[in-house]
């Protein structure tokens, strides 16, 4: 007597594919990632500006105020007054580059206070930035 024997289905994965579509898919999202600019120090929204220009100019003094109103100066906080002592002991005061990074929802009035020591101090070259 000849049985039949009856054929099994088989449900296994196959997993070799599926490890390609993985490692695949894991490639084209550490490609496509956005990478991070780390060059600011400070949490700071730019106002935009049609005129904006991505040169980067050199800069010797770069005063970065956030919406708080609070000032640093190359990455260390100050007051005013600390601000205005150290403007005074600028040499040449005349061929300092300064730049001002200022937070769009900050008080136009604190920036133009700004300004106003950077010129009492003699600094003709000043920059705001924008985005």
């Known amino acids: 007597m ?5 054929q099994e289905e088989n449900y296994s ?17 550490m490609v496509s990632t956005v990478f991070v ?12 500006s049609k005129a904006a220009s991505d040169n980067e100019v050199v800069k010797n003094f770069e005063i970065e105020i956030t919406k708080d109103e609070k000032i640093y100066v190359r990455g260390r906080r100050v007051t005013l007054d600390q601000l ?3 403007l005074a002991k600028l040499q040449k005061p005349q061929e300092v580059k300064t730049i001002i ?3 769009k929802d900050l008080s136009y009035g604190f920036v133009v206070q700004v300004m106003g020591l ?8 000043i920059s705001v930035a924008v985005k």
């Open 84 to 86: 205005e002592r150290s």
């Open 2 to 6: 000849h049985f039949r024997r009856e």
């Open 118 to 125: 950077l010129q009492a101090a003699h600094v003709t070259d």
């Open 101 to 103: 990074r200022a937070d």
């Open 37 to 48: 600019d780390f060059p600011r120090r400070m949490d700071i929204t730019l106002p935009t």
């Open 13 to 29: 994965l196959e997993l070799t594919p599926l490890i390609d579509v993985v490692f695949l898919l894991l490639i084209f999202f």
